[in-house]
């Protein structure tokens, strides 16, 4: 049984936020999640005959960000991840999560705990599963943590040791959406760049 998640923090009035944080801005400008609003926002892949996504297409619209703290591949635990390709729209932003993350846990020996160092991939051109649809993950704007204690479809339960509720928050103030709110399905590992 799924307990009761914590809900989004209220969203303040517009006319109370000249500046505004960077994630209010954000969420203003991430597509919603459907499959021609993400390829309106971040291109429509350009695929090879083999149906894989182009180099050019892939060079157009994909950057390279250095981790700030090293990350673990989640099905294999011998591969330590330095730097990871995502959309290059997300690219600044996913940086500041990372690093927001860091300091939220203030070491990595306290992210490892908390097993935020088990990734679970990002750039990955593939379909929803069970879906025909591409994932966001197919533009690099869909990111995995901890896979084996957030299973797709397990819902939300603070006590299981899932995602840690301070990692959500810091994605969603950079407008990230966090799928252990997907009406339907959860997907309490994953992360997006959609509204
Ligand atoms: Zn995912």
Redesign the pocket.
Known sequence: MGRKLPSRGKRRGSHRRPEGRVGENLQAIFPTDTQMALEAFYGRHQLTADGRPTAAWERANLATITLPYPLTLAWDLSVEVRRLTCHRLVAPGLSAILAGILNAFGSLDEIKRARMHLY??CYNYRRVSGSSRL???AWGV???FDPDRNP?GKPYDETEGMMPMKVVEIFETQGWKW?GRFLGRP?C????ATT
């Open positions: 679970g991939g994932s966001t993950h869909g990111i995995d797709m799928g997907d590992m994953h992360f997006q």
